[in-house]
């Protein structure tokens, strides 16, 4: 076979193959392969490094599968990871990276989480303002998606960056924000840190009984024994502030008597300066207890402290030892430069001036300080204002264009369903139009029906009761009397004929033309010498705007009120009162006969002229009582 041809053959038939793989199975496999080493990333059982060789590879996969919640999950992953292992430019930088790619797919979770990061990184580096700001957009990210604990949780940690930076004012309010989204049982341990961030901020604002109490909700909050054990030294130091000492004592002796407390601890040091310090106030020993706080302080390398425990060492000596007591003062000068503690370095210089008032080279640096704690405390606070100002205003902005677009959006879609709305209103309209002719004519149609059986049915029974059995009593009297009375006979017979007359007219038709004159001759055809029948108001309606259905239903109605009255009510008055309204025929009818009793039967002339009303859209009311006669009204539209 020719070379070529072989080649170009093998090339088709790779070309098909290829096309016939799914495009999805190789992103499928890759996603899978993502997860599966993600996990073992996340397995706490395994070593950092371990940990971090199994993201490294899941990481390598995230070119080739879709940029979402799974690939952004490994980015946060590989940034703790290196966090832990101390390896804070690794960190850093994928934290800028899961930023990154966080705001491009549109993910405000882990835009949350990595603005926190972020911010950490700030924080840890005192680069305050930035920390501030990057907390916030955190902040703001968790908002967007209803997350309130994290909201919360963000507010916290800006109300302690803004304590730590003597904002307390500024604090109070970030920190009575965050306590508006913490859970009550979610984030108990977040809710404590906040009340006991808002009493330090009170007692540092020297509102000694808002600190109480806020110290009081930060021990009943918390989950924890360790904290509570923190938080109640705190209360305990707003006594001493007070110069309650006694209160002081009280509650660190009940507090460092707790077996849970840890003797080497730090919390333990804590308490232990803090008693001594108001037993010392109280007159006692306390040099012994101060110096075992600070020796357990330098060996847990708590530099703050230590800041402390040389503070109260100080005030101890300085009476009786000067000389120690400005060694100590000067090494928390030097520890408050280290930690770049300006505000404790100020505190101990302003001590040493009062103990050494000769010490220029102090009051210089203590001015020198006042004037600098002043300028960046106003810095500070001005800083902080500004970036919640300026977040203020853009949130708002965001919120009024976002309202903007939602009522725009709204008046298309009102626009729309109003369109629709016509639509199927006139639908509806036409479909009720169709449906109500169709219905009127069936019921019509049934009614003519009914009517037919039912007046056939009466004939027949006048017929038979009232006419066949007179005639039949004519024939045998005919034919068996002895003594034959021609004349009897004939009275009879007229009788009879002047019955089979009424009956026809009864149950013949209705000339609605000349309506007037067929209502009158309907009502004298029940006038006789003890009924008196009165009309008003009939020849004053204008019978012929009136369709013929609703005439003859309504002179149907009026003759069983008549046929009615005279079979049970023997009245010796019958008055109707017809009345043309705006839209409507009124009919009111009266008598005075002896009435009917109630309940009435479910079927017979009434009901039947109840039924011949609704069936013209009219209504029938009906009022009767014994001896008090009969009361109808009935209308219908015209």
């Known amino acids: 076979m020719n070379p070529f041809k072989t080649f170009f053959i093998f090339g088709i038939a790779l070309f098909f193959i290829g096309c016939s793989r799914d495009p999805n199975a190789s992103s499928k496999t890759s996603k899978d392969q993502v997860l599966r080493l993600l996990n073992h990333g996340n397995d706490k059982n395994l070593k950092a490094e371990e940990r971090l060789q199994f ?12 940029l979402d919640s799974l690939s952004l999950a490994v980015v946060s992953a590989k940034s703790n990871l290196h966090y832990r292992l101390k390896q804070l430019d690794s960190t850093s930088y994928y934290d800028r990276d899961l930023l990154k790619k966080a705001l491009k797919a549109k993910n405000f979770y882990y835009q949350g989480k990595a603005y926190l990061n972020i911010a950490f990184h700030f924080r840890d580096n005192n680069r305050y303002d930035s920390a501030f700001y990057y907390f916030n957009q955190s902040k703001n990210a968790f908002q967007s998606i209803n997350h309130g604990e994290q909201v919360g949780r963000r507010l916290l940690s800006m109300g302690i960056l803004q304590h730590d930076q003597s904002d307390f004012f500024g604090s109070k309010e970030t920190l009575t924000e965050a306590l508006q989204y913490l859970e009550r049982e ?22 000694y009984e808002d600190a109480l109490s806020y110290y009081e909700k930060a021990i ?30 009280e509650v660190l002796k009940l507090l460092i008597s707790n077996a849970k407390i840890e003797k080497g601890s730090i919390t333990y040091a804590r308490i232990l300066d803090n008693l001594a310090y108001a037993e010392w106030h109280l007159q006692k020993p306390a040099k012994e207890n101060l110096l075992v706080g600070l020796a357990i302080r330098k060996a847990q390398k708590d530099a703050r402290g230590q800041i402390a425990s040389f503070t109260h060492l100080a005030e101890v000596y300085a ?16 520890l408050s430069k280290q930690l770049k503690m300006p505000k404790a370095e100020q505190d101990a210089l302003t001590l040493l001036m009062s103990i050494a008032p000769n010490n220029i080279s102090a009051k210089k640096r203590y001015i020198v300080l006042q004037d600098s704690l002043f300028q960046n405390s106003l810095k500070v606070k001005t800083q902080f204002a500004k970036l919640k100002y300026d977040d203020q205003v853009k949130q708002q902005a965001i919120l009024k ?32 139009a169709i449906v109500y002719v169709i219905c009127m004519r069936r019921r019509h ?20 009761d009232e006419l066949a059995n007179d005639i039949y009593g004519v024939m045998s009297n005919i034919q068996h009397a002895q003594n034959f009375n021609p004349e009897l006979v004939l009275d009879t017979l007229e009788d009879i004929y002047e019955r089979t007359r009424d009956i026809s007219q009864q149950t013949g038709g209705i000339n609605t033309q000349q309506y007037i004159e067929t209502l009158k001759l309907l009502f004298s055809r029940y006038k006789h010498a003890k009924t008196t029948i009165t009309m008003k108001g009939l020849n004053e309606i204008n019978w012929n705007k009136i369709h013929d259905l609703k005439k003859i239903a309504l002179y149907r109605v009026l003759n069983e009120l008549l046929v009615n009255m005279k079979k049970y009510s023997e ?7 017809f009345k043309q309204e705006k839209q409507s025929i009124k009919v009111d009818y009266r008598d005075n006969g002896k009435g009917l009793r109630m309940p009435l039967r479910t079927t017979g002339g009434l009901v039947n002229a109840e039924n011949r009303m609704k069936s013209i859209g009219g209504t029938f009311k009906f009022d009767t009582k014994p001896k008090k006669g009969v009361q109808v009204t009935c209308s219908f539209p015209i």
Do not use: C, M, W
């Not at 309202?403 to 709305?421: D, F, H, M, P, S």
């Not at 009245?571 to 009162?577: G, H, I, M, P, R």
């Open 55 to 66: 993201v490294d590879s899941a990481y390598r996969y995230i070119p080739t599968i879709r």
């Open 401 to 432: 264009l976002k309202a903007e677009t939602a009522i725009n959006n709204a008046q298309l879609a009102q626009q729309r369903l109003q369109k629709i709305l016509l639509l199927a209103i006139g639908a509806f309209l036409v479909l009720t």
């Open 220 to 249: 009943t909050a918390s989950p924890t024994t360790k904290d509570q054990q923190v938080y109640t030294n705190n209360l305990a130091t707003v006594y001493i502030d007070k110069g309650n000492y006694k209160k002081a004592q």
């Open 445 to 464: 149609h049934k009614e003519k029906k009914e009517q037919i059986y039912t007046t056939e049915k009466r004939i027949s029974k006048k017929v038979h």
């Open 319 to 334: 009476n009786s030892n000067r000389d120690i007591a400005v060694r100590y003062l000067d090494t928390v000068v030097q």
């Open 186 to 207: 979610e984030s108990k341990k977040y809710i404590a840190s906040a009340y006991n961030e808002l009493a330090t901020n009170h007692k540092k604002l020297l509102n």
């Open 571 to 577: 009245a010796e008055l019958v008055v109707f009162d």
